[in-house]
């Protein structure tokens, strides 16, 4: 009898490690990268690129209405490599920027993205063009800008660009 419950609890642990592996990986939340001890999963970078995939493809069609053929696009590599460098910057830039600023990081940060939540041309536009609701739009596009300006900021005060600091923070990363 006692072996037969081992043998069922066994399964049963089998089964349950089976479902969390098939979530985990149909869910994309398993890593594809790491930037100072931050995973960058295949689900954020799925998400950003299918978001400037159809923002590409939305800012042809428009500028360039005659042209739908598949040569304006850009070769599917080079924006996979254009998404994971912005991941990669903006988890450099978040930390750095969480360092400089301490405790006045939350405030700072709010203080330039929530003017943007009562804009219903900018909710529905972003919606158009990225193919991403607000909130997303919000966490991956204001979001990060905002970042990138307060540490800009910063930097300049101490006579830096951000370009220059990104280029030593990625070699130090």
């Known amino acids: 009898m006692f072996a037969n419950r081992r043998v069922f609890i066994v399964f049963l642990l089998i089964v349950a490690v089976g479902i969390l592996i098939f979530t985990v990986v149909s869910g994309g939340y398993y890593p594809?990268?790491?930037v100072n001890q931050t995973f960058i999963t295949?689900?954020?970078f799925r998400k950003d690129y299918r978001a400037i995939s159809l923002s590409y493809w939305n800012t042809v069609k428009l500028y360039r209405p005659e042209s739908e053929n598949e040569q304006t696009m850009p070769r599917s590599v080079d924006v996979q490599a254009a998404v994971l460098d912005r991941l990669i910057e903006t988890i450099l830039v978040r930390?750095?920027?969480?360092?400089?600023?301490?405790?006045?990081?939350d405030r700072l940060l709010a203080n330039k993205v929530d003017k943007f939540d009562g804009d219903a041309e900018l909710q529905t536009k972003s919606l158009a063009l990225y193919g991403l609701a607000f909130p997303d739009i919000k966490q991956e596009i204001l979001v990060p800008q905002a970042e990138q300006d307060l540490l800009s900021g910063r930097l300049f005060m101490r006579g830096e660009t951000l370009e220059t600091w990104l280029l030593e923070a990625k070699k130090k990363s």
């Open 32 to 34: 594809i990268g790491m």
């Open 42 to 44: 295949s689900r954020q």
């Open 95 to 105: 930390a750095a920027v969480k360092d400089e600023l301490g405790a006045d990081f």
